[in-house]
C-alpha cells in the first residue's frame, strides 16, 4: 500500500516558471524524502526533512513539511527543461524497520 | 562507474523461466533493497537485507526470492516467471549509519514476462 499520494499526478508548466507538488500521508513518520526520477532511470535522492522540521531548501528546490496535516509540498523555482523528470515522495513511517514507502510521482513536464 | 550496477538493463523471458537480476554496489553500504516500479503505482518493496545474514520480506514478496552473496552484492529471482511481473526493477543501498534512511539507486532492469 502506498504511504504518500502525489498531487498532481502531471503537471506541464514554462521554462521560468515555479512548479509545486504536493505529497500526503497517512501515518506518523520520522522523516520524508523527495526523489526525481528521469524517464525510465533509477531514482535520485533530492532532500530529506525531519518531522520535527518545517522548512529546508537545496539550490531551487524548497520543501515544507506540515505534520498536523500529514502533507508536503516541493517547490522548484525557476524551473528549466532539465526539471523534466517524475517527482516522488517517500515516508519512513507505519512499518516494521521503518522502510520507505513511495507515492506514485508527479510527472513534470518544463516546456523551452 | 555507476556506484549500484543492475544486470541485465533489460531481459524478455517466457512464462514459466526462472531469471536472476543482479545487483552489486561499492558504495560500501550495509543495506540493499529491491523494488519493482509499475506505471502509477510508484515503488514497491519486493525484499530488503540490513547485512549478509539478514534477509527480509517487503510488501510484495511472492514470486521472489533473493541472495545475499556479500555486502556488496544481492541478486533477485523469479523462480517461476509470469506476465503480471512485467515492471521496471529496482536495486538500493542506504547507509545505516547515514542521518535517514536515503537510498541510492540503480539504473534499473526492464523485465518483459512472454
Known amino acids: 500500500s502506498q504511504q504518500g499520494e502525489e498531487d498532481p499526478q502531471a503537471l506541464s508548466i514554462q521554462e521560468g516558471e515555479n512548479a509545486t507538488m504536493n505529497c500526503s500521508y497517512k501515518t506518523s513518520i520520522n522523516n520524508l524524502q523527495w526523489y526525481r526520477q528521469n524517464s525510465g532511470r533509477g531514482l535520485v535522492h533530492l532532500i530529506l526533512i525531519r518531522s520535527n522540521e518545517r522548512e529546508k531548501h537545496s539550490g531551487r528546490l524548497r520543501v515544507t513539511l506540515d505534520t498536523s496535516k500529514k502533507s508536503s509540498s516541493l517547490l522548484i523555482t525557476a524551473s528549466r527543461a532539465a526539471d523534466t523528470a517524475s517527482y516522488f515522495c517517500a515516508t519512513d513511517g507505519n512499518n516494521a524497520g521503518n522502510m520507505l514507502t513511495f507515492g506514485g510521482g508527479t510527472r513534470l513536464m518544463v516546456k523551452p | 562507474d555507476a556506484d549500484v550496477t543492475q544486470t541485465p538493463r533489460n531481459r524478455i523471458t517466457k512464462t514459466g523461466k526462472r531469471i536472476m537480476l543482479e545487483c552489486s554496489q561499492t558504495k560500501g553500504h550495509d543495506r540493499m533493497y529491491w523494488y519493482r516500479q509499475d506505471p502509477g503505482l510508484g515503488l514497491r518493496l519486493i525484499y530488503y537485507s540490513f547485512d549478509v545474514k539478514d534477509i527480509n520480506k517487503g510488501e510484495i514478496s511472492d514470486g521472489y526470492s533473493v541472495s545475499r552473496q556479500a555486502q556488496a552484492k544481492f541478486s533477485l529471482s523469479l523462480e517461476s516467471a509470469i506476465p503480471n511481473q512485467t515492471a521496471l526493477y529496482f536495486c538500493?543501498?542506504?547507509?545505516?549509519?547515514?542521518?535517514?534512511?536515503?537510498?541510492?539507486f540503480g539504473s534499473g532492469t526492464q523485465l518483459s514476462v512472454l
Open positions: 538500493a543501498t542506504s547507509d545505516s549509519r547515514g542521518p535517514g534512511e536515503k537510498l541510492f
